[in-house]
């Protein structure tokens, strides 16, 4: 046999090293990368429904030493939300609505300050929370919905000639989003409160997601609002109490509070058109509700606000 005949055949049968090893490098970064795209949008996928989920507490127990009655509201979206009604003697009725993650309970100290002045009350669950009917959270843009729905039962009553609204956290933006469509919420009370959605977003986005702020929440806030139909610069407390009708408004917050720092409610205040108090209270323990320490002069201080504000109509 002919030995360049042997070494011809040999050469073809060897592949060339360098780009054999080269398709297989290829191979395994593309393989890579693909597993970590994957679980890149798994990972944004369950951050945008964990921000958009309320954990739901269906611990409501009951009201102390009132009389109150379990209704059902109805929202023009066709929710329906679970609430107490507390009958007052008063011609004057106040809604109260609770934080994100709580329910109606949480506002009760403030309900036995309320209903001892004989205020009409009504305690809701907003959507999504405690009882009510609903699965998202959207930070006050859906649940003005839930605070209107409260407006229109206590306004079909005849005996209620004026209606006010103390909102926690959440559902200060819910009520003030709500005032500034509907006059007849003649009162607000603000409650650690946030001046601006789109604000908190830009400067506390750690503090709500698992992932870093950058590069992801371009992509998580957009899947949250297309899933929520609620865009982030919708919720905007400060440019509300700014452009709104005037009303006696107002607002109290923790000089503590870690999530919503107290520059917010100052914001609000300094939007707000008079009537308008702010009271920032030392030591409440961070973002909690700030009655608890403060019962006599948070009393007295509420109290007088709706006196004075239901007496200026």
Not at 153 to 170: C, D, N, Q, T, V
Request: net charge negative; hydrophobic share 45%.
């Amino acid at each position: 046999m002919n030995p360049d005949s042997i070494q011809r055949t040999s050469s073809k049968r060897d592949p060339t090293p360098g780009r054999s090893c080269l398709k297989s490098v290829l191979f395994v970064l593309i393989s890579v990368s693909l597993i970590l795209l994957v679980l890149a949008v798994g990972v944004v996928y369950l951050q945008v429904i964990q921000l958009t989920t309320p954990g739901r507490n269906r611990d409501i127990g009951a009201l102390p030493g009132m009389s109150y009655q379990d209704v059902t509201l109805t929202t023009t979206d066709s929710l329906k939300l679970s609430a107490w009604y507390v009958p007052g003697t008063r011609p004057e009725a106040i809604i109260l609505v609770h934080g994100i993650h709580a329910n109606r309970a949480y506002l009760i100290p403030q309900a036995v300050v309320l209903a001892g002045a004989g205020y009409h009350l009504l305690l809701l669950d907003l959507r999504g929370h405690g009882l009510s009917e609903g699965t998202m959270v959207s930070y006050g843009g859906q649940e003005v919905l839930d605070v209107e729905a409260a407006v229109e039962y206590l306004a079909a009553m005849p005996e209620i000639k004026h209606i006010g609204a103390l909102g926690h956290s959440l559902g200060g933006a819910a009520v003030v989003r709500a005032a500034a469509a509907d006059p007849r919420l003649e009162a607000l009370v603000i409650q650690s409160s946030y001046s601006s959605l789109a604000r908190v977003v830009e400067e506390s986005f750690n503090k709500f997601a698992l992932l870093p702020q950058w590069p992801f929440a371009p992509l998580i806030i957009t899947l949250a609002e297309y899933r929520t139909g609620v865009a982030a610069s919708q919720i905007n407390s400060a440019r509300d109490l700014a452009t709104m009708p005037a009303r006696p408004v107002l607002i109290i917050h923790g000089a503590d509070d870690g999530l919503f720092p107290a520059r917010y409610a100052q914001e609000m205040y300094d939007a707000a058109q008079p009537p308008k108090e702010l009271w920032l209270i030392d030591r409440t323990g961070g973002h909690v509700n700030p009655i608890a320490g403060h019962e006599a002069e948070y009393s007295e201080r509420v109290l007088k606000f709706f006196e004075q504000a239901f007496a200026q109509e």
